[in-house]
């Protein structure tokens, strides 16, 4: 079961979204400030935090910084009532999967976490490849953009840009741009 860890010092928030969080059928764990967020992810191992940026003993914006030493593939997603420009740009700088406003994005918070869950998945896969020194790569094509994904195999590590251009030159055909994303495995 996927894990997410609520860090929101306001205890009716964090129970609301712990009551949607569990409806959709994740295992939540919660915390009210940094010092208890870093002694749950130490304990629970989650794969996302759902972190306010106005914590009683820190800030979020900061605290990306020790989770992403202390858990690099728990992807991080910051909360907040008071957005603003320069904390959202920092805040992906020091690793934050996304940046969001209370209220503004309550339609979004359930596919955003199901994508940082996503990534935080793959990032643990390709770890446990890399310590296996396998070199494959995996593609994703995204012929309408982001909406609307197919997942492509390619493996092998000689000329895979070029098997990656023909797959999607293939499956593009007659349509108007795309995106084309690799992890290597």
């Known amino acids: 079961m996927n894990k997410i860890l609520i860090i929101d010092d306001e205890v009716q ?31 629970q191992s989650p794969d996302v935090a759902l972190c306010d940026v106005f914590l009683p003993d820190g800030n979020g914006v900061d605290l990306v910084l020790n989770i992403k030493k202390i858990a690099p593939n728990v992807e991080v997603i910051l909360l907040t009532a008071h957005g603003n420009i320069p904390d959202g740009v920092q805040a992906i700088k020091n690793g934050a999967f996304d940046y969001i ?61 070029d098997r990656c251009s023909r797959i999607a030159d293939g499956r593009n055909r007659n349509r108007k741009g795309g995106l084309c994303a690799g992890y290597t495995l």
């Open 101 to 161: 406003t209370k209220g503004d994005d309550n339609n979004k918070i359930i596919p955003l976490i199901s994508r940082a869950v996503e990534k935080a998945k793959m990032n643990v896969r390709l770890e446990k490849a890399g310590k296996e020194g396998r070199a494959n790569v995996l593609v994703r094509f995204y012929p309408g953009g982001v909406k609307s994904a197919e997942r492509v195999g390619v493996f092998g590590a000689e000329g895979v840009c």
């Open 13 to 43: 928030i964090r129970s609301l979204l712990a009551r949607m969080l569990e409806l959709e059928g994740y295992e939540v764990c919660q915390a009210g400030d940094c010092k208890t967020a870093i002694k749950q992810l130490e304990i």
